[in-house]
């Protein structure tokens, strides 16, 4: 799997948007999407396709200096999953 992750301050939150292209056999069946310990997005993808894509605008809180943790989690069809991890922190 293949993940982009991009994230820009709003004037509430954050804009997030997140990518995933599966390699060769793989399919993506399950999405989840967690910001700073709290579930921002589950997709159930149906049927399982090889490319996903979400927006998620004005997620979480921000503020100068403040710390963020992104966990990306994929399922395929068996179960197995694979994780991609985003963290940064606010300007001032």
Sequence with gaps: MRFSI??????????????????GPEVIARVT????GFEIGDDEVGPPCVSYERQFLH?????????????V????????TKSADRRWQDAT
């Design 59 to 71: 997620a979480g809180e921000a503020s100068p200096l403040m710390e963020h943790e992104l966990v």
């Design 6 to 23: 991009q994230h820009s301050r709003a004037v509430a939150g954050n804009d997030i948007t997140v990518g995933v292209e599966a390699d």
């Design 73 to 80: 989690t994929v399922a395929d069809t068996q179960g197995n």
């Design 33 to 36: 999407t967690n910001l700073d």
